[in-house]
């Protein structure tokens, strides 16, 4: 089994920056990849960022690539959020996926571990 507990959430002016933390523990040889999603409220949970084990590839959904940033480092994630806007209020989930042949996924299905989420609120 694997935990991720996230932190980092808190309310932010429009424009400000962020930086969302996700602690893997237990058998963490199973992050084999490890994501970022968001469900704002009324909304379904979507892929926000996501790198693999190695941290040389990373991916980013298209609302937020240019101003979020992810890495790792051994077995922690980082979301930096910069130029934050109110549409990226949601609450964060960090999840892992465990050693696959396909690698990354964008579907919240493909997910074997999941946080239980921090609130982002992002006032205009």
């Known amino acids: 089994q694997v935990q991720l507990v996230e932190s980092g959430g808190v309310l932010v002016q429009a424009g400000g920056s962020l930086r969302l933390s996700c602690v893997a523990a237990?058998?963490?040889?199973?992050?084999?990849?490890m994501s970022w999603f968001r469900q704002a409220p009324g909304k379904e949970r979507e892929f926000a960022a996501g790198?693999?084990?190695?941290?040389?590839n990373l991916y980013y959904a298209d609302s937020v690539k240019g101003r979020f940033t992810i890495s790792r480092a051994e077995n922690t994630v980082y979301l930096q959020m910069n130029s934050l806007k109110p549409e990226d209020t949601a609450v964060y989930y960090c999840?892992?996926?465990?050693?696959?042949?396909?690698?990354?996924?964008?579907?919240?299905?493909?997910?074997?571990?999941w946080g239980q989420g921090t609130q982002v609120t992002v006032s205009s």
């Open positions: 790198i693999m084990k190695t941290g040389r």
């Open positions: 999840a892992a996926r465990r050693p696959t042949s396909d690698g990354i996924s964008y579907s919240p299905a493909a997910y074997d571990y």
């Open positions: 237990g058998r963490t040889g199973s992050t084999y990849v």
